[in-house]
């Protein structure tokens, strides 16, 4: 599902999570608010059905999140107006209608629509997520 984040990323990654901790402390406010009818659950019940509520909405926020990233990651990347080059040949590439590509997460699948390119003359897709082995330089 990915590789390791190298020690530095994580603490990284900690720190964004510490900066947004009031915001997701109000989401969760809300969320609790919404699913319950009196803003609780009521008296009794089990802990295990509160839990597993909680990691439900967590892997539903998890998957919507990501699901934006890579989204508007490649969004970006599309409106960057960067000529991107064949790997193989070095010719130009053509914009194509990207593709869906469903991404196995932690949390669950997303739908992605991968971006892809065509060379003309070698008559094949590149797929800029994908390492493609080509002339160096």
């Known amino acids: ?3 390791e984040m190298a020690p530095k990323k994580v603490r ?3 720190e964004k999570v510490r900066e947004v901790q009031g915001e997701i402390r109000e989401f969760a406010k809300r969320l609790r608010q919404k699913v319950y009818a ?3 659950p009521d008296w009794g019940t ?3 059905e509160i839990e597993q509520l909680g990691v ?3 892997d539903a926020v998890c998957q ?10 490649a969004v970006a990347e599309a ?8 790997p193989s040949c070095g010719g130009p590439l053509e914009a194509r209608d990207p593709e869906p590509h469903p991404l196995l997460t932690r949390r669950g699948e997303i739908a ?26």
């Open 56 to 58: 439900q909405i967590g």
């Open 38 to 40: 009196q803003g609780y």
């Open 112 to 137: 992605w629509e991968e971006p892809q390119a065509y060379c003309a003359r070698c008559r094949k897709a590149f797929f800029p997520s994908v390492a493609e082995s080509g002339p160096s330089g």
């Open 46 to 48: 089990l802990f295990s």
């Open 64 to 73: 919507e999140f990501v699901a934006q990233a890579v989204e508007e990651q």
């Open 79 to 86: 409106a960057s107006g960067r000529e991107e080059r064949c």
């Open 12 to 14: 990284e990654v900690q």
């Open 1 to 3: 599902m990915g590789k």
